[in-house]
Nanobody, 131 residues
């Protein structure tokens, strides 16, 4: 059974750092993309970063570019999100999600994905940034 588990959330001061993990298990396909989403109270679920397993290509939204870094340890089937220079507006529940990919992947860009393009989701982890 496919399962995604996020961890690493918590409470930090503005300007601080956190590292989130997304551990994947039960995958039977060779390639997939992992996306990071966040949802703040009263707001839509927002995709802000993603990575493709096979080639390590990445995407960052302008809101996190230069502050967040996504990476993958394929041997551990784990994707990491290093978050630096955190701001109060980063406060949200953070989710990882998986988009399995077929062989027609050359034109694929996970940065174009929406929430509806992802088939599997983790349970979320709370990130709170205080002023």
């Amino acid at each position: 059974e496919v399962q995604l588990v996020e961890s690493g959330g918590g409470l930090v001061q503005a300007g601080g750092s956190l590292r989130l993990s997304c551990a994947a298990s039960g995958f039977t396909f060779d390639d997939y993309a992992i996306g990071w989403f966040r949802q703040a109270p009263g707001k839509e679920r927002e995709g802000f970063s993603c990575i493709r397993r096979s080639d390590g290509s990445t995407y960052y939204a302008d809101s996190v570019k230069g502050r967040f870094t996504i990476s993958s340890d394929n041997a551990k089937n784990t994707v990491y999100l290093q978050m630096n220079s955190l701001k109060p507006e980063d406060t949200a529940v953070y989710y990882c999600a998986a988009d399995p990919l077929g062989p027609y992947y050359s034109d694929y860009d996970c940065g174009l994905n929406t929430v509806y393009d992802y088939d599997y989701w983790g349970q979320g982890t709370q990130v709170t940034v205080s002023s």
